[in-house]
C-alpha cells in the first residue's frame, strides 16, 4: 500500500494506538518504533506517549526522557550505519504526514524530501512490521 493512500483512511492517531508488539524500546514519556513508511529500511522513529504536535508543548521530564530516547536510538542506528540523518518537522506546512510530535532517524539518506514523494514511499505490512520490529528490540536491548 501507498503511504499516501494510507493517510487519507486515517481517522485517528497511529501513534497514540501502538501496540506493544510495535514498541522497539519505551521509557514512560516515550517510544522508538520503526518507521512504517520508512526512506530506509532502518528508519527509526522516536515519538512522546503524550499527543503533542510540538517541542515546546512538552514538560521538562518528557523533554528530558525524549531527548534520552533520541540518543538511545542514535547509539542503534549508529552501530549499523556510519551515515544518518535526524529530522524533525514542525508547522503547518514543513510536510509533516503524522501530526503527533516525532523524530525522524534515518540512515544513509540525505534529506531534501518533498511532499510529493511522502506519499509515494511504501508502507510495510503488518507481517513485515513485525518481522522487522521484532528484530531491532533484540538489537538495541543489547
Known amino acids: 500500500m501507498k503511504y499516501g493512500e494510507l493517510l487519507k483512511e486515517l481517522k485517528d492517531c497511529p501513534f497514540c494506538k501502538l501496540k506493544k508488539r510495535e514498541i522497539i524500546f519505551e521509557n514512560e514519556f516515550g517510544k522508538i518504533i520503526l518507521a512504517r513508511a520508512p526512506y530506509h529500511k532502518n528508519h527509526i522513529l522516536i515519538i512522546p506517549n503524550r499527543h503533542v504536535n510540538k517541542m515546546s508543548e512538552l514538560n521538562d521530564k518528557e ?43 534515518i540512515p ?9 514523494r511522502i506519499e509515494e514511499r511504501e508502507f510495510y505490512s503488518e507481517e513485515e512490521y513485525e518481522k522487522l520490529t521484532s528484530k531491532f528490540r533484540k538489537k538495541i536491548n543489547n
Open 63 to 105: 523533554a528530558l526522557e525524549l531527548h534520552r530516547l533520541e540518543l538511545r536510538g542514535i547509539k542503534f542506528i549508529s552501530k549499523l550505519h556510519k551515515n544518518f540523518s535526524i529530522l524533525y518537522r514542525e508547522g503547518d506546512n514543513a510536510g509533516k504526514s503524522i501530526n503527533h510530535l516525532h523524530i525522524n532517524i
Open 108 to 116: 544513509e539518506k540525505t534529506l531534501m524530501v518533498r511532499q510529493s
